[in-house]
Nanobody, 117 residues
Framework: QVQLVESGGGLVQAGGSLRLSCTAS????????MKWYRQPPGKQRDLVAS???????NYAESVKGRFTISRDNTKNTVYLQMNSLKPEDTAVYYC???????????WGQGTQVTVSS
């Protein structure tokens, strides 16, 4: 059984930094992409950043230049370095791992990030 364990959330003042991590463990076939989403209170879950197995990276416009996604393939771990945090970055952050074949999408439990003004 595959498990995704997230860590690194917390409370930080505006302008501060946090680093999230998400590790996939268990019986998992080839990972094709690892992504971070976030869901602010009362809003939908949106994609923040993604990285494919070949290293292609994409960011939401709202985080470009402030957030950096990276991965350690040997540890099946994806990271999200978040700098210059703003109150509007407050959300529950979820990691999402795509793998296959057969195609599979798994979600982490979510980690709260709160940015105070």
């Amino acid at each position: 059984q595959v498990q995704l364990v997230e860590s690194g959330g917390g409370l930080v003042q505006a302008g501060g930094s946090l680093r999230l991590s998400c590790t996939a463990s268990g019986s998992i076939s080839r990972i094709t992409a690892m992504k971070w989403y976030r869901q602010p209170p009362g809003k939908q879950r949106d994609l923040v950043a993604s990285i494919t197995s070949s290293g292609t990276i994409n960011y939401a416009e709202s985080v470009k230049g402030r957030f950096t996604i990276s991965r350690d393939n040997t540890k099946n771990t994806v990271y999200l370095q978040m700098n210059s945090l703003k109150p509007e970055d407050t959300a529950v952050y979820y990691c999402n791992v795509l793998s296959g074949p057969p195609p599979s999408s798994r979600w982490g439990q979510g980690t709260q990030v709160t940015v105070s003004s």
